[in-house]
């Protein structure tokens, strides 16, 4: 429907929810984690998406740096493994494990 200023009414557009990366499922806007869309705050998004890449870190971390895990980081992140090597390394530093390697 258009509005006599000849822009389209936003409750004229059909649209589907999909949700996005954070929410992937239909209707996921109305599920969703996020306090503002990912789309409307991009640097909460960074922001929330850093705190899920430390939560794995640590997991990967504990695990004693399981390679299926850093795998499946890398993949779910869409980074490289590199990356995921450095983000635990950060995690580790940041909890006080200087240096992990026993002799």
Known sequence: MKHSNGKISPT???????GCEVN????????????????DD???????????????????????????LVTEMAVEFGIKERQVYRIVARERRAVGVINDHSR
Do not use: H, M
């Not at 004229?12 to 999909?18: I, M, N, P």
């Not at 991009?42 to 299926?68: D, E, L």
């Open 24 to 39: 992937p499922v239909p209707g996921g806007c109305l599920s969703c984690p996020l306090p503002l869309c990912r789309y």
């Open 42 to 68: 991009t640097r909460g998004f960074i922001n929330w998406q850093k705190r899920q890449q430390r939560a794995k870190a640590k997991a990967v971390s504990a695990s004693g740096n399981s390679r299926p």
């Open 12 to 18: 004229s557009v059909e649209g589907l929810d999909t």
